[in-house]
């Protein structure tokens, strides 16, 4: 079964100290990755993807994240978080059409202490 | 980029009656589109998948009849909650995908509150 797991509910760091975030999926074949991020009461917004080639890929604001075949994983990390990161983020898989089922994660809430 | 619009953003309605909910891809052709709930501090649950022209595909345990999903043009889905009740509730998100690329946008949500 397709499955995305977000391990960290709730996550807290300090403001410009590093990040990361959990992420790992059950998928049949090879998947398509996303990152996204929620504000509260707002739609989403994709911080970034991976479909194939280099599997460290880079996102919008600062932020980037790291597929592992062999761990399942797709971690998003940032080097320096800021006090407008705190948000919710939902790691994702899909298929290989735009039309596939995209299956999210439980999402882990980040707060930034100042 | 892609822009997804949602009509309306908040929306309150009584029991037993019945609310709307648009999704609009503003700046392309939308050949997908996806109904998605989510409930408070939980993650996106899709609901069903509609293809523009043809019968939408709901999830399981999804109710069609409670849950109608139209996808007439080619830029336009709507999601119709029918008899809402209390539990009805929720955030309701949509996202639309041209088949371009491998991506789908999505909508700022509908926030329905059923009282």
């Known amino acids: 079964a397709q499955s995305v797991t977000q391990p960290d509910i709730h996550i807290t760091v300090s403001e410009g100290a590093s990040l990361e975030l959990r992420c790992n999926y059950s998928?049949?074949?090879?998947?398509?990755l996303f990152w996204y991020v929620q504000s509260p009461g707002q739609g989403l917004q994709l911080l970034l993807k991976?479909?194939?080639?280099?599997?460290l890929v880079q996102g919008i604001k600062g932020f980037e994240a790291e597929f592992k075949r062999s761990q399942s994983s797709f971690n998003l990390r940032k080097p320096s978080v800021h006090w407008s990161d705190a948000a919710e983020y939902f790691c994702?898989?899909?298929?290989?059409?735009?039309?596939?089922?995209?299956?999210f994660g439980s999402g882990t809430r980040l707060s930034i202490r100042p | 980029g892609a822009v997804v619009s949602q009509h309306p953003s908040r929306v309150i309605c009584k029991s037993g009656t019945s609310v709307k909910i648009e999704c609009r891809s503003l700046?392309?052709?939308?050949?997908?589109m996806f109904w998605y709930r989510q409930f408070p501090k939980k993650s996106l649950m899709l609901m069903a998948t509609?293809?523009?022209?043809?019968?939408?595909?709901?999830e399981q345990g999804v109710e069609k009849d409670k849950f109608l999903i139209n996808h007439a043009s080619l830029t336009l889905s709507t999601l119709t909650v029918t008899s809402a009740h209390p539990e009805d509730s929720s955030f309701y998100i949509c996202?639309?995908?041209?088949?371009?690329?491998?991506?789908?946008?999505f909508g700022p949500g509908t926030r329905l509150t059923v009282t």
């Open positions: 700046d392309f052709q939308a050949t997908t």
């Open positions: 996202s639309a995908t041209s088949g371009a690329d491998y991506e789908q946008y």
């Open positions: 509609s293809n523009e022209g043809s019968k939408a595909t709901y």
């Open positions: 991976y479909f194939s080639g280099d599997t």
């Open positions: 998928y049949g074949a090879t998947p398509y």
């Open positions: 994702a898989v899909g298929g290989y059409s735009s039309a596939s089922k995209i299956i």
